[in-house]
């Protein structure tokens, strides 16, 4: 993405370069990330004390309270590990529409690669899967920013011959089984599916941090009279001929289509996923920026920190 600004004097670059990606859980597992481990070790972050052991090192004890004491006590840390991300990125033919700043497609992948971005730059693995009817690729998490261009590059690639119907159902279900390890897992899609994907999206938040990038257009919640115009439905090709003047028929257009948002947006609070929504009617940064916010008020830190 070419550089540009904000609202602010802060150039994208930088802020891009400042910010983090928020994680709620602790799911660091491979060596040479800076993401807080699930497990207790050597680190720099103080998590406990416990009582001297043989073959502890002598360096961890924690003199103060070993001084109140009639015993040695050691000290006990959280120790940096990286992560693996994992992002479910749909490359159905229904994210090829957009009637606002881009299409819905250019939109996800914009996402996907400046979260990926985000990622790599502190030590973390990127992996993908990509679905529509069936799982097309799996990509595994890979650290450094070669292996996310190859990864953009390779959606990219799919995008040029889209699939059938979405199956998100299917895709989770194949997410579950394959990814063991507790993950960040990023869901990038319009959520334009049959149901049936709820439960597999639940049983996934047990073991892993979910987000939910809902890729969203304006004109999907109305429609503005333009006379008689055909729609045509992107995956199967159905078409059907509407008389958008009819202001009884833009009104329940406009119902019904509030009413699948908010079941949708339920669903996923359900599953306990954190919500982006994204509009090709905006910047993508400016969005993502809103999003990490949000979650790092959640947490309690700061949105970013000075690089070291």
């Known amino acids: ?163 059938g119907a979405t199956d998100l159902r299917r895709a989770l279900t194949e997410a579950g089984r394959l990814i063991r390890r507790p993950s960040l897992m990023i869901v990038i899609t319009d959520f334009m599916t049959a149901d049936g994907w709820q439960q597999p999206l639940s049983s996934l938040s047990i073991r892993h941090e979910l987000i939910a990038a809902w890729i969203t257009d304006p004109r999907e919640r109305e429609i503005p009279d333009v006379g008689v115009v055909t729609f045509e439905d992107p995956e199967n090709g159905q078409q059907i001929l509407v008389d958008t003047g009819d202001a009884r028929l833009r009104l329940r257009f406009e119902s019904a289509a509030d009413a699948q948002r908010e079941a949708i947006r339920n669903d996923l609070r359900r599953a306990r996923a954190a919500i982006a929504e994204l509009t090709t009617g905006a910047e993508i940064v400016p969005q993502l920026v809103r999003f990490i916010k949000q979650r790092e008020a959640q947490r309690g830190r700061p949105l970013s920190r000075a690089s070291a």
Not at 86 to 101: C, H, N, P, Q
């Open 1 to 163: 993405m070419p550089p540009s600004a904000l609202s602010g004097p802060i150039p994208i670059d930088e802020l891009m370069r400042r910010s983090r990606w928020p994680v709620l859980r602790r799911l660091g597992f491979h060596p040479g990330g800076d993401e807080q481990s699930r497990f207790r070790g050597v680190g720099i972050e103080y998590s406990d004390v416990r009582e001297y052991q043989a073959g502890d090192d002598p360096r961890s004890i924690e003199w103060n309270i070993t001084a109140r004491s009639d015993r040695p006590y050691v000290r006990e840390s959280l120790p940096d590990r990286g992560l693996d991300a994992w992002m479910l990125i749909d490359v159905t033919r229904s994210l090829d529409w957009g009637t606002a700043r881009c299409l819905k497609r250019q939109l996800g992948l914009e996402f996907a690669a400046t979260v990926g971005q985000l990622l790599t730059a502190r030590g973390n693995r990127v992996g993908a899967l990509l679905f529509d009817e069936r799982v097309r690729a799996i990509i595994p998490p890979l650290s450094g920013r070669s292996a996310l261009l190859r990864l953009v590059a390779r959606v990219e690639r799919a995008a040029q011959d889209p699939g």
